[in-house]
């Protein structure tokens, strides 16, 4: 009985209507990018100080510049890095005193200018910015600073546990069904945290998009794999990261075009709302219908990717049913994913694997800071060094395997970590020259892991180990700016040792798993158990 590759080899692998379904789903890649780093935008902390009362007349009638009214009435202001009072803490001194001197403010108030009390922000802060974010709005500075932390840990703590639930859905549900769910709640969470009245609302509503934002990409990205014949596999998979990183670059043009927040977020959320078109663009994966015994309706979509395809399906393959159709359909469960010894292996590997590229993609933005002092530049700078990464990935995959690049850009990785954190200051462009060399080697690693993973597993698994080992993922991305700025408290380069470490270790893991180049997709438990032979 013919498999599922072996019909799209008569209908074709990646024709017309498989190339058309790679456009759709690229187009949700992109679009998920906002929710992934839009923080970074959304939450930007622009330079601050305390708003005092009468301070702004007393700046007018002296004729006082921005900078030494600032000088004059800001605590330690003028060095090079502002400080906590300088953002923080205002002096308690009555600026609408009529006897204040415009040359010497302070020493008209009082005899010892180091004498002056500091208090608390009372009257809010002013903002150094001509948009507005989510700190300018809620005053997520000083001692609240910590709710901006909060706001991405709900992000990251959304993407966990929509990784479990909505692996599961997909994978005893179908891939359409929760494709157009999460679509329809994504797009909903995201207009309302638009028009949210409150930091409460906003954090919920951000919650409920990181629940379902990343299950419904990566679902995209396990459907467009099970369109595919195993020869196009690769390259379906690199378009549709290489679509995420283009949401980048128009991440930042859209940021720069609306430079507030609520715009920015309506703006990028709204063109969700088109997805839920994909019902009538999208047909079921056959894979998953095959694996529910569902042969009927996965010979109607066959026969509508030849259709689409203009190619005619031979009689020979027009029969897809089996003795055991009325069997018993597979159910994924946690458990399989551990049961068997050679699933287990997997599972544990690309579980430190999606930790690894993780902590090392985002401790790497944090940590070198390209072009400081203009974020849009700096955001733009981090997003076109993935492209050769994917163009490399292009080149090599087909040639090579997965598991030699993927070694490789590993070593790659942690090695520009280990070369950044050694060399001194005094050499900077080598410093940053490994610095990239870094964030390339770790951007491969992420679009392999993302091309590896649903090879693995069977297609009744496939979606739920995807998401499961997917998940330690959001983990790093929990603990990373705490590996980032506590650890550089010790040392400055110290993240850098540990991220050396980590990617290091992963590259020697990933060569204990099989070579699926070339190789069909596992249909069966049996099937994934063999891929080492």
């Known amino acids: 009985m013919p498999t599922l590759d072996d019909i799209l080899e008569q209908i074709g692998e990646f024709d017309f209507f498989q190339k058309q379904a790679l456009f759709f789903l690229c187009l949700l890649s992109v679009t998920f990018t906002p929710i992934y780093v839009g923080i970074f935008f959304l939450g930007f902390t622009p330079e601050h100080h305390c708003r005092s009362p009468g301070m702004a007349e007393l700046s007018q009638r002296c004729g006082w510049s921005l900078e030494e009214q600032l000088n004059h009435t800001v605590p330690e202001w003028g060095g090079h890095e502002a400080s906590f009072s300088s953002r923080c803490r205002r002096y308690e001194v009555d600026w609408n005193t009529t006897d204040i001197s415009c040359t010497d403010p302070l020493g008209s108030l009082v005899a010892n200018r180091s004498t002056v009390p500091l208090g608390p922000c009372r009257d809010g802060w002013v903002y150094d910015s001509p948009g507005t974010s989510l700190v300018t709005e809620f005053n997520l500075v ?17 993407f966990f546990i929509g990784s479990m639930s909505i692996g599961y859905v997909a994978d005893r549900f179908g891939r359409k069904l929760c494709l157009l769910v999460t679509v329809f709640l994504n797009s909903a969470s995201g207009v309302l945290m638009a028009f949210a009245p409150s930091y409460t609302w906003t954090v919920i509503f951000r919650l409920i998009q990181g629940l379902v934002s990343k299950g419904g990409w990566l679902t995209g990205y396990v459907l467009i794999a099970e369109f595919v014949g195993s020869n196009y596999r690769r390259a379906a998979c690199i ?81 897809l049913n089996s003795e055991d159709e009325d069997g018993e359909k597979p159910k994924p469960s946690f458990l399989d994913l551990v049961r068997t010894p050679q ?57 090579i395997g997965r598991r030699y690049p993927w070694a490789a850009a590993n070593v790659m990785a942690g090695g520009a970590c280990l070369v950044t954190a050694l060399v001194p200051d005094t050499l900077y462009w080598l410093k940053m020259t490994a610095a990239c060399l870094g964030r390339m080697g770790i951007t491969m690693c992420y679009e392999i892991i993302c091309l590896v993973n649903p090879e693995l597993y069977p297609t009744f698994l496939r979606n739920l180990g995807v998401l499961v080992c997917s998940s330690m993922c959001d983990l790093g991305g929990i603990i990373t700016p705490f590996l980032v700025y506590r650890l550089a408290e010790l040392w400055h380069e110290l993240p850098l040792v540990i991220f050396a470490v980590i990617g290091l270790i992963d590259g020697g893991l990933v060569l204990l798993l099989p070579e699926m180049k070339g190789k069909t997709l596992p249909e069966t438990i049996e099937d994934a158990e063999n891929l080492h032979r």
């Open 142 to 158: 000083c001692e609240d600073s910590w709710k901006l932390d909060l706001f991405q840990s709900c992000v990251n703590a959304g």
């Open 239 to 319: 378009i549709y990261q290489a679509a995420f990183s283009l949401g980048l670059i128009i991440l930042t043009a859209l940021a720069y075009a609306l430079p507030h927040w609520r715009w920015l977020q309506l703006t990028v959320t709204l063109p969700n709302f088109f997805f839920l078109l994909y019902y009538w663009c999208l047909p079921e994966s056959p894979r998953w219908l095959i694996a529910q015994k569902q042969n009927e309706k996965a010979m109607e979509v066959i026969k509508h990717i030849a259709k689409g395809n203009k190619k005619k399906l031979p009689l020979s393959f027009q029969n």
């Open 343 to 399: 699933i287990r292996k997997h599972t544990f590997i690309l579980m430190y694997s999606w930790f690894t590229s993780s902590v090392l993609y985002q401790g790497l933005i944090m940590h070198m800071g390209i072009a400081a002092g203009n974020m849009y530049l700096d955001f733009l700078y981090s997003a076109l060094v993935e492209f050769p990464a994917a163009i490399i990935l292009m080149l090599t995959l087909d040639r």
